[in-house]
């Protein structure tokens, strides 16, 4: 079955897995996923960033919280909206990574 592609620059919702005991993992950590999401679409609600990483408003928005306070977004708040900026100069957390920018990180993925 052929799935329709994306519109550029969005990201398809997450499908869940069916009543499945296989170990559903990624590459990338949900902190990831949602920085890429605010990335491409700094203006996005966050219900709409729950639905393309596939977890929770609450789990995202404290993943917010958590990007907000270690310095790697910072948040505009523009009428009722907020407004997100990647700060892409930011070192990556992990030792092996911490020679490469947040910002080396989204370019890969984003192509």
Sequence with gaps: MVKPAAQPGTAPPVASAPNSTINRWTF?????????????????????VAVRVGITERGVQRIVQDLEDGGFIRREK????????????????????????????????SG
């Design 28 to 48: 990338l950590s949900n902190h990831a996923h949602v920085l890429i999401a605010l990335y491409g679409n700094p203006d996005l609600v966050l219900r709409e």
């Design 78 to 109: 523009v009428g009722r909206k907020n407004h997100y900026q990647v700060l892409t100069e930011q070192p990556l957390r992990h030792p092996l990574e911490a020679h490469r920018k947040i910002g080396d990180l989204l370019k890969l993925i």
